[in-house]
């Protein structure tokens, strides 16, 4: 054999009763059609975190400083739980925006657009591609500083709601996928 060759084994792996699910358990599971194909599979930035969590956090830093030095006066020794509280508030949003950014997934497959997220209870909002009336690319002033930005997907029924990818990275090239996928779901090929 020669060194530029590569050698395979076989490895055996007992997956236990663990990994099997049942029929019904795993019915509720598929999210793909048949002939269906994931074309693109991806996360929020991590940056999605602080950016929905800065006005809470701006909030509670203001409110902070502001009720440390007015109620210092007022209740002195009181006062002292408040800047320690307004750090654990923040922590805790911190913690929640990190569970909602770590349970999103944005999916596009070559029939539809999907976004399932949900910390407890799972949402799955889809639009069909054939269907989908229009989509935008959304850059506000803090996301183009972050180089991430908001896809905006529009089904073509007046009661569908809006699909919207939040805070992607790439958020450009991800924008063409999305329409170059629209465009081939639109026109048949």
Not at 7 to 20: I, L, M, Q, S, Y
């Amino acid at each position: 054999m020669s060194g530029d060759e590569l050698r395979f084994e076989t490895v055996p792996v007992d997956v236990g009763p663990a990994a099997a699910l049942d029929e019904p358990v795993a019915t509720p599971l598929k999210l793909l059609d048949q002939n269906e194909i994931v074309e693109l599979s991806i996360k929020p930035s991590p940056w999605f975190v602080p950016i929905v969590s800065i006005r809470f956090v701006a909030t509670v830093a203001i409110l902070a400083v502001l009720g440390d030095t007015v109620l210092r006066e007022q209740i002195g020794s009181a006062a002292d739980y408040i800047i320690p509280l307004a750090v654990l508030a923040v922590v805790l949003r911190l913690g929640v925006a990190s569970l909602q950014w770590a349970s999103r997934v944005y999916l596009l497959t070559n029939r539809r657009v999907m976004r399932l997220a949900g910390v407890v209870n799972v949402r799955v909002t889809e639009c069909m591609l054939a269907r989908v009336s229009r989509a935008n690319l959304e850059l506000g002033v803090l996301q183009r500083l972050l180089r991430v930005g908001s896809i905006h997907i529009a089904g073509a029924d007046d009661d569908a709601q809006t699909l919207v990818w939040e805070h992607v990275a790439g958020a450009g090239e991800t924008y063409a996928k999305v329409v170059r996928a629209i465009r081939r779901a639109q026109s048949g090929k």
